[in-house]
């Protein structure tokens, strides 16, 4: 039996933010930034936006409901990039669309050291209740075990 893998998360917010300009609004950030794009089949004006994130079985699923998704900023879904130069991609793509629209939360690129391993990661938020955060696992050399003198 293979491992089972994540495939999608789902989100509701309000109606409007899902009507003509919502949805345009949305589809261009996610778009730009992280080449999102919006399965049209399955879009429903005022009611449902499905983003295909790279291939048909990875979505983020977006839905109205009367009583919305609430949650602090901090609250969010993560996504695994394999080199340090998609990760500061993104990073750029998400610090442009920021100068451009002040709806856009982006933080700092930081890091966690863990000596095995270097975590860079970065927050961007817009228009969803939870923020994307973007990370980069850069995973160090495990070192020869010293030679003991006898």
């Known amino acids: 039996m293979s491992k089972p893998r994540f495939n999608h998360v789902a989100l509701s917010v309000p109606s409007a933010a899902l009507d003509d300009a919502g949805r345009a ?3 261009a950030f996610y778009g730009e930034v992280f080449g999102w794009e919006e399965m049209p089949t399955m879009t429903k004006p005022g009611q449902q936006l499905v983003l295909q994130a790279y291939s048909y079985d990875q979505f983020v699923f977006v839905v109205a409901e009367d009583e919305p998704m609430a949650c602090p900023r901090t609250d969010h ?3 695994s990039v ?3 130069d998609e990760l500061t991609t993104f990073h750029d793509r998400a610090s442009a ?3 451009r629209d002040d709806r856009v939360s982006v933080s700092a690129v930081g890091l966690d050291d863990y000596e095995f391993l270097k975590l860079h ?11 994307v955060e973007v990370q ?3 995973w160090t050399p495990t070192p020869a075990p010293a030679s003991s003198s006898s």
């Not at 990661?121 to 923020?131: D, I, M």
């Open 25 to 27: 609004d949305i589809l």
């Open 77 to 79: 879904f993560g996504m």
């Open 82 to 84: 394999d080199s340090l």
């Open 97 to 99: 669309y920021a100068t």
């Open 121 to 131: 990661n970065f927050y961007v938020g817009y228009l969803l209740p939870l923020s």
């Open 136 to 138: 980069h696992w850069a």
